[in-house]
T-cell receptor, first 118, second 113 residues
């Protein structure tokens, strides 16, 4: 079956450009997470959606970062006026049920988008 | 604060056994996950512990001690394809609506012939 997909897989942007990263979660998954993974580091939480509702955006590093999931399926992470420190792999993960309903609630990760800001 | 520690790198020999340790300090605890991540690929789920003790799953086992804030991942009969980064992640009980995962930096395991 289809897993989580992300596009583009690689993105090179000039400093100051806006970028949009797309995530297609597994069909029917309620929860969707975005993580940022710097080189040699573990993923760091950015934001969480339960269906179309963004319930937690505490990890977004600045107001240049914006995420949406308008119909409760596909999600887009947008970064405005990119900076060099935004260079990282952006991972999307989905899980079947809403957060808190099950302690197990495995998250399935996509392959990520590697963003390089020059 | 939130802190998860694991060794940065480890090396082991094909066919051997390796143990990757993880210690954590978080404001709450609602389960510990181990993920495997090959270079340039998505993290994939290996194991989950929420109660103390050992969970065995084929060549992989994971142990948890909540009182010590400690877990380990045990890999047996190592194969070359096991060369990857192994991520320890704790689900934060008090992570708002999210119960978000807090990851360690990962342990890069190199399996040598």
């Amino acid at each position: 079956g289809a897993g989580v997909s992300q596009s583009p897989r690689y993105k090179v942007a000039k400093r100051g450009q806006d970028v949009a990263l797309r995530c297609d979660p597994i069909s029917g998954h309620v929860s969707l997470f975005w993580y940022q993974q710097a080189l040699g580091q573990g993923p760091e939480f950015l934001t969480y959606f339960q269906n179309e509702a963004q319930l937690d955006k505490s990890g977004l590093p600045s107001d240049r970062f914006f995420a949406e999931r308008p119909e409760g399926s596909v999600s887009t992470l947008k970064i405005q006026r990119t900076q060099q420190e935004d260079s990282a792999v952006y991972l999307c993960a989905s899980s079947l049920v809403k957060a808190g309903s099950s302690s197990y609630n495995e998250q399935f990760f996509g392959p990520g988008t590697r963003l390089t800001v020059l | 604060g939130q802190n998860i520690d694991q060794p940065t790198e480890m090396t082991a020999t094909e066919g051997a056994i390796v143990q990757i340790n993880c210690t954590y300090q978080t404001s709450g605890f609602n389960g510990l996950f181990w993920y495997q991540q090959h270079a340039g690929e998505a993290p994939t789920f290996l194991s989950y512990n929420v109660l103390d003790g050992l969970e065995e799953k084929g060549r992989f086992s994971s142990f948890l001690s909540r009182s010590k804030g400690y877990s380990y991942l045990l890999l047996k009969e190592l194969q070359m394809k096991d060369s990857a980064s192994y991520l320890c992640a704790v689900r934060d009980l008090y992570g708002g609506a999210t119960n978000k995962l807090i990851f360690g930096t990962g342990t890069l395991l190199a399996v040598q012939p």
